[in-house]
């Protein structure tokens, strides 16, 4: 099941997020962040157990028509089951209903966006302000994330 994240999951997410940190597939969240961010998450649980939580991602906004989608992760044991499309797909439709045209994503795997239509792009023609995180990970200033975009309703 996809649905918002509740104040009380935030540490779930913190623990599902921190393998892939160490594997240097993701930028390192604390807490704080995770907090002052609940209102960005969608998660997936289990249909098995609802309490489980299996997968997140994000839905930020960064300017007045454009939001970025992060911190996707789905546990390893349920990857390549439609989990992450589905919860991109709930950003994108929130997204929408926030009347912004036009989604970004920095990620390692792009084929997965591509598939969902996202396109590629150069990382130097998103707004400045969107790099603010990017001084806290491991390959900075030498970033090895693909730029892509999705524009909504095109």
């Known amino acids: 099941m996809i649905r918002k994240l509740l104040?009380?999951?935030?540490?779930e997410i913190k623990k599902l997020i921190d393998?892939?940190?160490?594997?240097?597939?993701?930028l390192p969240k604390s807490l704080h962040a995770l907090y002052t961010g609940v209102r960005d998450f969608w998660i997936a649980t289990d249909d098995h157990d609802p309490r489980e939580i299996i997968g997140?991602?994000?839905?930020?906004?960064?300017?007045m028509d454009l939001a970025e989608i992060r911190t996707l992760a789905v546990k390893r044991e349920h990857q390549n089951?439609?989990?992450?499309?589905?919860?991109v797909e709930s950003c994108i439709s929130e997204a929408a209903d926030l009347?912004?045209?036009?989604?970004?994503?920095?990620?390692?795997?792009?084929d997965f966006f591509k598939k969902m239509g996202f396109h590629e792009i150069d990382k130097t023609t998103l707004p400045?302000?969107?790099?603010?995180?990017?001084?806290?990970?491991?390959?900075?200033?030498?970033?090895?994330?693909t730029a892509l975009i999705y524009q909504i309703g095109g």
């Not at 104040?7 to 540490?11: A, D, L, T």
């Not at 089951?81 to 919860?87: D, S, V, Y």
């Not at 009347?99 to 792009?110: A, G, M, N």
């Open 81 to 87: 089951g439609g989990i992450g499309r589905e919860l």
């Open 99 to 110: 009347h912004l045209k036009t989604l970004f994503t920095l990620t390692y795997v792009p």
């Open 128 to 145: 400045n302000k969107i790099w603010a995180d990017c001084i806290h990970c491991q390959y900075f200033p030498d970033c090895r994330e």
């Open 19 to 26: 393998p892939f940190v160490k594997q240097g597939l993701m």
């Open 7 to 11: 104040v009380s999951e935030v540490s």
């Open 56 to 63: 997140c991602c994000a839905l930020q906004v960064s300017w």
